[in-house]
């Protein structure tokens, strides 16, 4: 396993947790496939992953710009880095599908990136719109 539950912090609101976890499983999933080879069961959740980033982001913006956030625009900023570096890693997939490459990606950016974040951004987010 990848990420173990309890490495990525809680925040305070329900919705944005329970986003976070389903991303997590659908992360260890992914990377179990690409450790045992299953290149088109990896594909499939390659396919997953792409979509289920971009509504997880796209989620948070729309909360942020409900409630009227002030760090709205660098909150954003770290969603656009993260979705140029997965778009990035994603059709080198398509194009090589070398399992090592993805899962270097998830080890060493995504994972990190994601306790990150969610530990700065996403807290105080969730605190500043409640539950
Ligand atoms: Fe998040
Ligand atoms: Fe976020």
Do not use: C
């Not at 986003?19 to 990896?42: M, P, Q, R, S, W």
């Not at 909150?75 to 993260?82: L, Q, S």
Request: charged residues 35%; hydrophobic residues 40%; aromatic residues 10%.
């Amino acid at each position: 396993m990848l990420v173990k539950p309890g490495q990525i912090q809680k925040v305070a609101n329900m919705f944005m947790n329970a986003v976070h976890e389903d991303e997590i499983d659908l992360i260890n999933e992914l990377y179990e496939k690409l450790k045992v080879g299953d290149l088109d069961e990896a594909d499939k959740l390659m396919d997953e992953l792409l979509v289920d980033l971009e509504d997880h982001f796209s989620m948070e913006e729309e909360l942020m710009k409900e409630a009227d956030f002030f760090g709205y625009p660098m909150h954003k900023a770290e969603h656009d880095n993260m979705r140029k570096d997965f778009k990035k890693v994603y059709d080198e997939w398509k194009k090589e599908k070398s399992p090592r490459k993805v899962m270097t990606f998830l080890e060493e950016k995504l994972v990190p990136w994601l306790k990150l974040h969610v530990a700065q951004w996403d807290s105080v987010t969730a605190m500043h719109i409640g539950d």
